[in-house]
């Protein structure tokens, strides 16, 4: 039995029903296996074993009391899953979907996709089943405050430091943090993704995107081509999507699609992203009321999309960005992008990409930015936001974004750099979970058995 299926397997045993978690376990395990051969120190200290086991599991209750009086209890979550490098760094996601094993899926991601960005920061996420939809401010207000009543008892500026994720924005951290302050008694930069009236950074909410769209400037050079011009497919209408877009538009390329859970609108002119900003971020709409304005774009509802597949993927475009969900690009959309002349697909949300959808990119060498390094750009800057806040400055936009720019083109190195000293140049996947893995590993075992 191979040591891969022999880790899967015990993880079965030991953490049952958490697929995405041994899926992210065996993608990250199968390309590290060149490296375990060359060093075999890994096996020996055990860091496989040690890896996929979290420091620190907490699971918690949250009750909260709606505006007509009624009492909900949520499942709160906070997975502390590696500090080799530095303090805990990861968002909290309030989603229905949010269960253990999705929390330990993003958390072990997090691991690798923070050491990529060669700053201090250790490997977490958490969150809750909460649906911030269809609830007002007060509601969503007093189960933020009954979630960080339990969670400040885990977290600190040098301890943890979480962020914000889908469901979780300006507006939740606020309430979060004013919690915080009222418990803990400190001013302080426990949390990211702040409002830049108190301690928040410029380009954090922005930096997702634009550090997936820099990301994959750097794989189109290195293919002969440019960002200019090229038509885009961009799945999603969050933060990712929109500042993804943004980027693109700036860069001179066109997005033609987005999404929300509920369908997708293709517009061929090219998608209005101030509508998509008004409908989104000040409506909290769906996207289908987009062709109130625009009657010459498309919309596709979710039902009618195709079996095994989404409709976002099946138009004629240069690149992709899935920057929804995890597993939402399967193989037979993989296929219909290589169909219609896709160059590259560049990873804005964790694992989007199926297993099969991201090999069949790979064998087929179609330009693949894994989301583990083309999505590192908003832990990046929530790691700008906590050397801010402990020097108590704040940078301006365009020095902060001059610092994403430079940390991608680094990650980008380092993955295309890596590959290459294993003799797949074209396997981004392989380059950053060997350099991600490398960087934490060794930091295990310098630090002892612990």
Excluded at 15 to 41: D, G, R, T
Excluded at 87 to 98: A, E, I, N, Q, T
Excluded at 164 to 176: K, L, S
Excluded at 194 to 200: A, C, N, P, T
Aim: charged content about 25%.
């Amino acid at each position: 039995m191979s040591y891969v299926k022999e880790t899967i397997d015990m993880l079965k045993r030991t953490s049952p029903a958490q697929n995405e978690f041994y899926q992210a376990v065996e993608e990250v395990l199968e390309s590290i296996e060149p490296l375990l051969e060359e060093h075999p120190k890994y096996r020996q200290q055990a860091i496989i074993e040690r890896l996929v086991e979290p420091e620190r599991q907490i699971m918690f209750r949250v009750p909260w009391q709606d505006d007509s009086g009624q009492v909900h209890v949520n499942k709160g979550y906070r997975i502390e899953f590696n500090s080799a490098l530095g303090p805990y760094k990861g968002g909290l996601r309030f989603h229905p979907s949010v269960n253990a094993g999705i929390i330990k899926f993003l958390g072990f991601e997090q691991i690798f996709k923070n050491a990529l960005t060669g700053l201090p920061i250790g490997g977490g996420k958490g969150g809750s089943n909460f649906d911030p939809k269809g609830k007002s401010d007060a509601e969503i207000m007093r189960f933020c405050q009954s979630f960080m009543t339990e969670l400040q008892r885990h977290i600190g500026p040098h301890t943890d430091v979480p962020a914000g994720d889908i469901g979780v924005g300006t507006r939740e951290i606020g309430y979060m943090f004013g919690q915080y302050k009222r418990l803990k008694n400190r001013y302080e930069g426990v949390l990211t993704g702040k409002s830049l009236r108190w301690g928040g950074s410029h380009a954090r909410k922005q930096a997702t995107g634009y550090g997936a769209v820099y990301f994959a400037q750097c794989l189109l050079s290195d293919l002969g081509e440019k960002l200019s011009d090229k038509r885009c497919l961009v799945s999603g209408s969050g933060n990712v999507a929109i500042y993804a877009m943004e980027k693109l538009y700036e860069l001179g390329a066109k997005p033609i699609t987005c999404s929300d859970s509920s369908g997708m609108i293709y517009h061929e002119s090219g998608i209005d992203l101030d509508l998509v900003k008004q409908i989104k971020e000040e409506n909290h709409d769906r996207l289908k009321t987009y062709l109130d304005t625009h009657d010459d774009a498309e919309y596709i509802a979710r039902e009618d999309y195709p079996e095994n597949g989404h409709s976002v993927w099946r138009y004629q475009a240069d690149i992709a960005f899935p920057c929804a969900t995890q597993n939402e690009l399967t193989e037979q959309d993989a296929h219909a992008l290589a169909e219609n002349g896709c160059l590259a697909v560049v990873e804005g949300a964790n694992m989007p990409s199926t297993p099969a959808a991201a090999d069949f990119f790979i064998e087929q060498k179609i330009g693949y930015g894994p989301g583990k390094a083309a999505n590192a750009g908003g832990v990046a800057t929530s790691q700008l936001e906590m050397a801010q806040n402990a020097s108590m400055q704040q940078w301006s936009f365009d020095e902060v974004d001059r610092k994403l720019q430079d940390i991608m083109k680094t990650i980008y190195s380092d993955c295309k750099r890596t590959a290459e000293q294993f003799g797949e140049p074209d396997n981004l996947v392989l380059g950053a979970n060997i350099a991600g893995f490398k960087k934490v590993a060794d930091a295990m075992i310098e630090q002892g058995v612990v």
